[in-house]
């Protein structure tokens, strides 16, 4: 019985060592990607290790979750599939350059998964906030952006974007917020000398206002 119940352990520990190096690679990555020439053949294939890295990443959060299903295994997976939402809607804009090329199957069932999560992550956040936990805070902002921007894509699916460049934004966004939530996971894990709440809210708080001016360059 001992060893039955030792396997789930180490299936757990080493799906955990597997997804902590696949989010160091996608932070490294993504990092990369930014800092070399957009459109580059170093910019793309940075770009590919990253969107990769953070398939990774959601999917042992997954895992791990069907491992040990506690509260804070679910939130953690339901953040990793919010992460995750951003890097690959961003990946998946440069499918769709032409005015004419709508969208998938594939990206109608992310933009589910990311309302699906949102709203997952407003009712924990809520949940927690009744019980007095300050926490919910995090989880209420996470999930309102989580749901909010899944709701605004599956209108924009419908109507489209006539806007010629409008995917060269996306995909410029959308990277990036996917690279703020890798830096999230990075400094809830490292950061411990900042309050909970402030490990896990300064990336947005600092990367928002970044992304904003980033576009804002190259609209000029």
């Given at each position: 019985m001992s060893d039955v119940q030792a396997l789930p352990s180490a299936v757990g520990e080493v799906t955990l060592g597997?997804?902590?190096?696949?989010?160091v690679l996608a932070l490294f990555a993504g990092a990369g990607a930014f800092l070399t020439s957009k459109g580059g053949t170093r910019h793309r294939r940075l770009g590919r290790t990253y969107v990769y890295a953070m398939a990774f990443v959601v999917t042992s959060a997954l895992a791990l979750f069907a491992l040990d299903p506690t509260p804070t295994r679910q939130?953690?997976?339901?953040?990793?599939?919010?992460?995750?939402?951003?890097?690959?809607?961003?990946?998946?804009v440069l499918s769709r350059k032409r005015p004419t090329d709508g969208p998938e199957s594939v990206d109608w069932a992310a933009v589910g998964l990311l309302t699906a999560a949102g709203a997952g992550l407003v009712l924990m956040g809520g949940a927690r906030l009744l019980d007095g936990s300050s926490f919910g805070t995090v989880m209420l902002v996470f999930g309102a952006i989580g749901t909010g921007f899944g709701l605004s894509d599956a209108r924009a699916y419908r109507v489209g974007d006539p806007e010629p460049r409008a995917w060269f934004f996306q995909h410029l966004s959308r990277m990036s917020a996917g690279y703020i939530a890798t830096v999230t996971a990075f400094s809830t894990v490292n950061f411990l000398f900042l309050p909970p709440i402030a490990r896990w809210l300064?990336?947005?708080?600092?990367?928002?206002?970044?992304?904003?001016?980033?576009?804002?360059?190259y609209e000029a």
């Open positions: 597997l997804h902590v190096l696949a989010g939130f953690l997976a339901l953040v990793a599939v919010f992460s995750f939402y951003f890097v690959f809607s961003g990946y998946r300064w990336p947005t708080l600092v990367g928002s206002p970044a992304i904003y001016l980033l576009a804002r360059r």
